[in-house]
């Protein structure tokens, strides 16, 4: 396989191409039978004494938690190979439209039976349909099917009905034209479809009923259906700034006569808005928004808490307080729980109910109180602190050294954690020493202020500066029982559309915030030593490896990335407004200059032709 131009990665299960030339043409598939392994030293204890089946529950484990420990496994011998590709092939990925290839490496490599989970990416030509429809059935170890695609091909439905123990998971998303038939009716009485997301946005009543009409009949006909997530926005206009009106008729389900949702373990409903009953009015025309034609005389939220099971639910995302309110004292099995808006009384929900979490999300502390955050100190191992945008009082809500230290001082099981963390001039190495305390702490993410186009706040979030702070916190780790495995790092954040045209400097954060992720490194003896690498995610491969190579140089003039904006950001941190400004008007300068010259280059080349 050494002249083959695709490998199979030990990080996600897959073949991948690792050469942008093109491929030399491959040696012949040749499948070589495992030989049974012999220790060299039958004295002393081995890994052949367990048996291949023990062996390969430790695979899968290393494949979960260490990728290159089982590449290394994987030359240990013919036997463990085979044992090693299996465990790397238990997630196949489909991202293109033309992987046909792929999908005959898999069949030539003899590991289909393999794979436990099937993942298809983007809209798959015919040709990797056809193919993958004869694939399918060869997959005897298939368990769970991501189809993140609008629109799953009927053949392939098919062939899931036959398996009713696979788990669908799939979307369905329209971000603008009119609904398109098919979308949603292929999926109904479908009891392989588990999860399904559905995000949308409409100007009208109609355009909304257009989705939540066949969305009803899937979610009333699939029984086995645990997880629903629902987004139905509003439209903006052409430039995303001018917000629709509400329309006055009602478009939801309407659900009544005692119809209702199968038991959800999962509830992530972003947006949609909950019918009211009409009011009665000494003006004919007058409706409240979203309430002619609702068919029920209680409010929407009333009927989904009184006649939804929502005993099994575990995990619940939404904007709607009053929502969040009214079905808290059912949510007996809820772990997870995150209030987008958190408006209204939210300490109310966490202060009574009936379950202890395991996740919360707030955008500040005030939000919960830190009493009733502390309720839930036994179980909680996934706290997030975070105001989404950035507002005038960012800094008085960005938490404390003080409420810090309470919270990891009782707070034992925490095993990822983020903040949004102030900074003044210099780094804030007394909250970093908190952070470093944290005994059972693995991800660790921190927001820090990108401040205003003027004034960038200092000192700047860049690629060194990101190891540097990754590194402290491993030197000053203190009665850790676990390692920080994962540190992100995000300086900024693009600022909500508000109403009406943007302004010119509206654009500013979005062009100067930056994220970084720091990941240490999976084999313990280089972990030990600290040995970990350092990413910008808005950043190629390509870019990535030369900050690594650059380290905290100097400017290099003769850098072939030195005029992309987001390297200049993460190597060197935000650009102030009026340098940034400046810029770009260079550039748009020198585009015209290469335009003009262009446009003269054709003119002459057609008088030369005449």
Same mark, same amino acid.
């Given at each position: 396989?050494?002249?083959?131009?695709?490998?199979?990665?030990?990080?996600?299960?897959?073949?991948?191409?690792?050469?942008?030339?093109?491929?030399?043409?491959?040696?012949?598939?040749?499948?070589?039978?495992?030989?049974?392994?012999?220790?060299?030293?039958?004295?002393?204890?081995?890994?052949?004494?367990?048996?291949?089946?023990?062996?390969?529950?430790?695979?899968?484990?290393?494949?979960?938690?260490?990728?290159?420990?089982?590449?290394?496994?994987?030359?240990?011998?013919?036997?463990?190979?085979?044992?090693?590709?299996?465990?790397?092939? !238990?997630?196949?990925?489909?991202?293109?439209?033309?992987?046909?290839?792929?999908?005959?490496?898999?069949?030539?490599?003899?590991?289909?039976?393999?794979?436990?989970?099937?993942?298809?990416?983007?809209?798959?030509?015919?040709?990797?349909?056809?193919?993958?429809?004869?694939?399918?059935?060869?997959?005897?170890?298939?368990?769970?099917?991501?189809?993140?695609?609008?629109?799953?091909?009927?053949?392939?439905?098919?062939?899931?009905?036959?398996?009713?123990?696979?788990?669908?998971?799939?979307?369905?998303?329209?971000?603008?034209?009119?609904?398109?038939?098919?979308?949603?009716?292929?999926?109904?009485?479908?009891?392989?479809?588990?999860?399904?997301?559905?995000?949308?946005?409409?100007?009208?009543?109609?355009?909304?009923?257009?989705?939540?009409?066949?969305?009803?009949?899937?979610?009333?006909?699939?029984?086995?259906?645990?997880?629903?997530?629902?987004?139905?926005? !509003?439209?903006?206009?052409?430039?995303?700034?001018?917000?629709?009106?509400?329309?006055?008729?009602?478009?939801?389900?309407?659900?009544?006569?005692?119809?209702?949702?199968?038991?959800?373990?999962?509830?992530?409903? &972003?947006?949609?808005?909950?019918?009211?009953?009409?009011?009665?009015?000494?003006?004919?025309?007058?409706?409240?928004?979203?309430?002619?034609?609702?068919?029920?005389?209680?409010?929407?939220?009333?009927?989904?808490?009184?006649?939804?099971?929502?005993?099994?639910?575990?995990?619940?995302?939404?904007?709607?307080?009053?929502?969040?309110?009214?079905?808290?004292?059912?949510?007996?099995?809820?772990?997870?729980?995150?209030?987008?808006?958190?408006?209204?009384?939210?300490?109310?929900?966490?202060?009574?109910?009936?379950?202890?979490?395991?996740?919360?999300?707030?955008?500040?502390?005030?939000?919960?109180?830190?009493?009733?955050?502390?309720?839930?100190?036994?179980?909680?191992?996934?706290?997030?602190?975070?105001?989404?945008?950035?507002?005038?009082?960012?800094?008085?809500?960005?938490?404390?050294?003080?409420?810090?230290?309470?919270?990891?001082?009782?707070?034992?099981?925490?095993?990822?954690?983020?903040?949004?963390?102030?900074?003044?001039?210099?780094?804030?190495?007394?909250?970093?020493?908190?952070?470093?305390?944290?005994?059972?702490?693995?991800?660790?993410?921190?927001?820090?202020?990108?401040?205003?186009?003027?004034?960038?706040?200092?000192?700047?979030?860049?690629?060194?500066?990101?190891?540097?702070?990754?590194?402290?916190?491993?030197?000053?780790?203190?009665?850790?029982?676990?390692?920080?495995?994962?540190?992100?790092?995000?300086?900024?954040?693009?600022?909500?559309?508000?109403?009406?045209?943007?302004?010119?400097?509206?654009?500013?954060?979005?062009?100067?915030?930056?994220?970084?992720?720091?990941?240490?490194?999976?084999?313990?003896?280089?972990?030990?030593?600290?040995?970990?690498?350092?990413?910008?995610?808005?950043?190629?491969?390509?870019?990535?490896?030369?900050?690594?190579?650059?380290?905290?140089?100097?400017?290099?003039?003769?850098?072939?990335?030195?005029?992309?904006?987001?390297?200049?950001?993460?190597?060197?941190?935000?650009?102030?407004? &009026?340098?940034?400004?400046?810029?770009?008007?260079?550039?748009?300068?020198?585009?015209?200059?290469?335009? &003009?010259?262009?446009?003269?280059?054709?003119?002459?080349?057609?008088?030369?032709?005449?």
């Amino acid at each position: 396989m050494e002249n083959c131009p695709y490998e199979m990665t030990s990080s996600h299960g897959m073949f991948s191409k690792h050469s942008r030339e093109k491929p030399a043409p491959c040696r012949p598939w040749v499948l070589v039978e495992p030989r049974v392994p012999r220790a060299v030293y039958s004295s002393r204890p081995s890994l052949t004494c367990l048996g291949d089946d023990i062996v390969a529950i430790i695979a899968d484990l290393l494949q979960h938690t260490s990728p290159s420990s089982i590449s290394s496994l994987a030359l240990v011998c013919s036997n463990y190979y085979r044992i090693a590709r299996y465990a790397q092939h !238990r997630h196949l990925v489909l991202d293109n439209t033309r992987d046909t290839q792929k999908l005959e490496n898999v069949m030539k490599s003899g590991t289909p039976g393999a794979i436990r989970h099937l993942e298809v990416r983007g809209n798959a030509s015919n040709g990797v349909i056809s193919r993958l429809c004869k694939v399918i059935p060869k997959m005897t170890g298939l368990k769970d099917v991501t189809w993140s695609a609008t629109g799953i091909p009927g053949e392939v439905l098919q062939l899931l009905r036959k398996r009713p123990s696979i788990r669908l998971h799939t979307v369905a998303y329209h971000d603008h034209g009119p609904y398109g038939s098919g979308i949603l009716e292929g999926l109904q009485a479908n009891n392989n479809l588990v999860s399904i997301s559905v995000d949308f946005n409409y100007h009208s009543a109609e355009e909304c009923q257009r989705w939540t009409r066949p969305l009803k009949k899937v979610l009333l006909s699939c029984p086995n259906l645990r997880n629903l997530t629902l987004d139905s926005s !509003r439209r903006r206009n052409g430039c995303g700034c001018v917000l629709y009106s509400s329309p006055s008729e009602y478009c939801g389900f309407g659900f009544s006569t005692e119809e209702r949702l199968p038991a959800l373990e999962e509830l992530h409903v &972003r947006e949609y808005t909950f019918g009211v009953p009409a009011l009665e009015s000494p003006y004919p025309n007058f409706h409240l928004p979203w309430s002619q034609g609702y068919p029920l005389k209680v409010d929407e939220r009333d009927y989904w808490a009184d006649n939804f099971d929502w005993s099994r639910l575990t995990c619940l995302t939404t904007c709607d307080t009053r929502f969040a309110l009214k079905i808290m004292p059912y949510l007996t099995s809820l772990k997870e729980f995150a209030c987008i808006n958190n408006w209204g009384p939210m300490k109310t929900f966490y202060e009574q109910v009936p379950s202890s979490l395991e996740s919360i999300n707030v955008p500040h502390i005030a939000t919960i109180g830190l009493q009733n955050l502390l309720r839930h100190r036994r179980t909680l191992k996934k706290l997030t602190i975070h105001q989404e945008g950035y507002t005038s009082t960012w800094r008085e809500r960005a938490i404390d050294a003080k409420t810090l230290i309470t919270i990891r001082d009782n707070c034992p099981h925490i095993e990822e954690l983020s903040l949004n963390i102030s900074r003044d001039g210099e780094w804030p190495y007394e909250m970093l020493d908190i952070l470093a305390g944290f005994g059972s702490l693995r991800v660790l993410k921190i927001w820090f202020e990108l401040g205003n186009a003027s004034n960038p706040v200092q000192p700047y979030v860049n690629f060194s500066a990101v190891g540097s702070l990754f590194k402290y916190l491993h030197e000053h780790a203190t009665g850790r029982r676990h390692r920080l495995t994962k540190l992100e790092i995000a300086s900024g954040w693009s600022p909500a559309l508000g109403h009406g045209l943007p302004g010119g400097g509206a654009f500013w954060p979005a062009c100067n915030s930056s994220n970084f992720v720091c990941i240490l490194s999976d084999r313990d003896g280089e972990a030990e030593k600290g040995i970990f690498s350092v990413r910008c995610t808005t950043l190629s491969q390509e870019q990535n490896e030369y900050l690594k190579r650059a380290g905290d140089g100097k400017e290099d003039l003769n850098c072939q990335f030195s005029k992309n904006e987001a390297f200049r950001v993460a190597r060197y941190g935000p650009i102030p407004m &009026r340098k940034w400004k400046f810029s770009h008007y260079k550039r748009t300068c020198d585009n015209l200059a290469s335009w &003009r010259i262009t446009m003269v280059e054709l003119y002459q080349g057609v008088l030369k032709r005449r």
